[in-house]
Nanobody
Framework: QVQLVESGGGLVQPGGSLRLSCAAS????????MAWYRQDPGKERDLVAR???????MYADSVKGRFTISRDNAKNTVHLQMNSLKSEDTAVYYC?????????WGRGTQVTVSS
């Protein structure tokens, strides 16, 4: 059974940094596109960043130049390095992948950017 577990969230001041991690089990992530989404209460879940099996990356316009997605296939883990954080980055961040058309999600990790 595929499981994704996020970690690394927390409270940080504006301008600070956090590094999120997503540990996968039940499959090897090396062949899959992995992604991070985020969601504010009452709003839709939005794509933040995505990385392909050949390490091609894409980012939402709102995080370009500040966030970096990476993968460590040996550790079956995906990371999201978040720098220059802003209050509007506050959200629950979710790890995502799709296998045979079925999406899998972690439970999320809360990121709060506040002074």
């Amino acid at each position: 059974q595929v499981q994704l577990v996020e970690s690394g969230g927390g409270l940080v001041q504006p301008g600070g940094s956090l590094r999120l991690s997503c540990a996968a089990s039940g499959l090897r992530i090396s062949n899959y596109v992995m992604a991070w989404y985020r969601q504010d209460p009452g709003k839709e879940r939005d794509l933040v960043a995505r990385i392909t099996a050949i390490n091609t990356t894409m980012y939402a316009d709102s995080v370009k130049g500040r966030f970096t997605i990476s993968r460590d296939n040996a550790k079956n883990t995906v990371h999201l390095q978040m720098n220059s954080l802003k209050s509007e980055d506050t959200a629950v961040y979710y790890c995502n992948m799709v296998q045979f058309g079925v999406p899998f999600w972690g439970r999320g990790t809360q990121v709060t950017v506040s002074s």
